[in-house]
């Protein structure tokens, strides 16, 4: 299946846009792991619809069920499994996209592969809303890190052709729209607002880092640490490409310019720069990870846009209805926080199964 996810632990998610509930599998989280529900419900509202003007109106509270895997708020052994309740869908928004697919999303292909009887209301099971449960295991994960010394966090890097300035600190953390330059978020939020005022919409790219590494995660080869972040993030819809470190940057650079040059601090070793963004030969190397993931412009927008019908192999005209993000990436941050979690979290646990 598709939805699974993981080595040590696996992750899978199920549900659609607008089934009665989406949820999360996860299986192999060790027993005796304290989960903070608190912490993980501020985690999960800040992804959660309909918060502010930069978002979609549909409001959903994201408040996970427990049925199993946790008992008075710790892991006990079981796989956990979560589910959120849908329960502000409007279906009836999406009739017209049964054989008049959307441009830019998943309908056409879904009609192809299932024969035409996907679930398109909401986008079924492609929607970005299958990232809330997503969001539950990324929590959990992100909080059992926390206590080995390991933080997750990411900014945005820009919108549309407006960029953040500085490097990313830990300062960014608990900010209502995590940049480094406030003057540059503001202009941020006039980017996404003109784009909704315009009927359209924008995209743009988040910085993630993760933190407190220890040295020896991840593996040559196919079980490299960029091969399962960049699995884990492609997970999220609207994901269109990842680089870490230098990234494409480090194609126009010498290797003089490029390589990070190793140092002693104290009694460990070190890198002078991080162009390797903490990942080399596939393995963490004990400097920060740092990435960043490119989002593509919400596909579901007002304007008119030109389609062809299904069923009468004509071109025509599709009007979306619906409530849609006019951009992706701020609701996306604590998506792509969860995803770099669990990655390195299942990676963290296969590690200390090779060192016992």
């Known amino acids: 299946m598709s939805s699974i996810y993981g080595e040590n632990i696996k992750v899978s998610i199920f549900g659609q846009s607008h089934s009665p509930a989406i949820g999360v599998t996860m299986d192999g989280i060790p027993a005796g792991e304290t989960i903070d529900m608190e912490e993980l419900a501020k985690f999960l509202s800040r992804r959660a619809p309909g918060n502010n003007a930069l978002s979609t109106p549909r409001?959903?509270?994201?408040?996970?069920?427990?049925?199993?895997?946790?008992?008075?708020?710790?892991?006990?052994?079981?796989?956990?499994?979560?589910?959120?309740?849908?329960?502000?869908?409007?279906?009836?928004?999406?009739?017209?996209?049964?054989?008049?697919?959307?441009?830019?999303?998943?309908?056409?292909?879904?009609?192809?592969?299932?024969?035409?009887?996907?679930?398109?209301?909401?986008?079924?099971?492609?929607?970005?809303?299958?990232?809330?449960?997503?969001?539950?295991?990324?929590?959990?994960?992100?909080?059992?890190?926390?206590?080995?010394?390991?933080?997750?966090?990411?900014?945005?890097?820009?919108?549309?052709?407006?960029?953040?300035?500085?490097?990313?600190?830990?300062?960014?953390?608990?900010?209502?729209?995590?940049?480094?330059?406030?003057?540059?978020?503001?202009?941020?939020?006039?980017?996404i607002l003109a784009a909704k005022a315009a009927g359209d919409s924008v995209g743009g790219v988040i910085q993630c880092v993760v933190n407190g590494l220890p040295v020896g995660l991840g593996d040559p080869i196919f079980g490299g640490m960029e091969n399962r972040i960049s699995q884990a993030v492609f997970g999220i819809p609207a994901v269109k490409g990842i680089e870490f470190g230098s990234g494409f940057l480090g194609s126009v650079k010498s290797g003089s310019e490029n390589n990070d040059a190793f140092l002693m601090d104290g009694d460990v070793v070190k890198t002078a720069t991080n162009n390797a963004g903490g990942i080399q030969g596939g393995i963490t190397n004990g400097m920060p990870i740092v990435f960043n993931v490119a989002f593509k412009a919400t596909p579901s927008i007002a304007k008119v846009q030109k389609s062809v019908n299904l069923e009468t192999g004509e071109n025509t005209e599709l009007q979306i209805n619906g409530r849609h993000d006019p951009c992706i990436v701020p609701r996306a941050l604590p998506c792509v926080e969860a995803a770099a979690a669990i990655a390195v979290y299942d990676a963290f646990l296969g590690r200390k199964r090779e060192l016992k």
């Open 59 to 191: 409001k959903e509270a994201d408040e996970p069920e427990f049925l199993s895997g946790i008992k008075d708020n710790v892991t006990c052994g079981a796989p956990i499994t979560a589910i959120i309740r849908n329960s502000d869908t409007r279906s009836g928004d999406y009739d017209n996209l049964r054989v008049v697919p959307r441009p830019g999303h998943a309908d056409y292909v879904a009609s192809v592969k299932y024969d035409g009887h996907q679930d398109y209301a909401g986008g079924g099971h492609f929607s970005g809303r299958l990232t809330a449960p997503l969001c539950v295991a990324g929590g959990i994960c992100k909080q059992i890190l926390k206590r080995e010394g390991i933080s997750v966090y990411t900014r945005i890097l820009s919108i549309g052709t407006v960029y953040d300035n500085g490097e990313i600190t830990e300062a960014v953390i608990g900010k209502d729209f995590p940049v480094m330059d406030e003057t540059q978020g503001e202009k941020m939020q006039e980017a």
